[in-house]
């Protein structure tokens, strides 16, 4: 059976940093995502990490977080992270990590598999 479980989020104030952990169990995924959604608004691409060949890892993120976020993973534990440093107000949403056998996309229609979401909360 496959689980994706996330874990970190939390309070934090603007300008700080929080990562957040992704561990999928029962398979091992080419395509780890990480999405995100505010209240009121859809669910939007944050970054994927794809395998290429099985190990060489290929990165990809949302203009809106490139350089403040960095998407690594750890294969051996099929698990990946989403470090976010210079957090803002506008960061605030329940993240959720997505998981595909293919590599990453951009469409969040394209995964399979689902965490339950960590809420993000960056006070001004």
């Known amino acids: 059976q496959v689980q994706v479980v996330e874990s970190g989020g939390g309070l934090v104030q603007a300008g700080g940093s929080l990562r957040l952990s992704c561990a999928a169990s029962?398979?091992?995924?080419?395509?780890m995502a990480w999405f995100r959604q505010a209240p009121g608004k859809e669910r939007e691409f944050v970054g994927h990490?794809?395998?290429?060949?099985?190990?060489?890892?290929?990165?990809d993120y949302a203009d809106s977080v490139k350089g403040r976020f960095t998407i690594s993973r750890d294969n051996a534990k099929n698990t990946v992270y989403l470090q976010m440093n210079s957090l803002k107000s506008e960061d605030t949403a329940v993240y959720y990590c997505?998981?595909?056998?293919?590599?990453?996309?951009?469409?969040?229609?394209?995964?399979?598999?689902w965490g339950q979401g960590t809420q993000v909360t960056v006070s001004s």
């Open positions: 029962g398979r091992t995924f080419d395509g």
């Open positions: 990490s794809s395998l290429i060949a099985g190990r060489l890892q290929y990165a």
């Open positions: 997505a998981a595909r056998q293919l590599a990453g996309s951009r469409a969040y229609s394209d995964y399979d598999y």
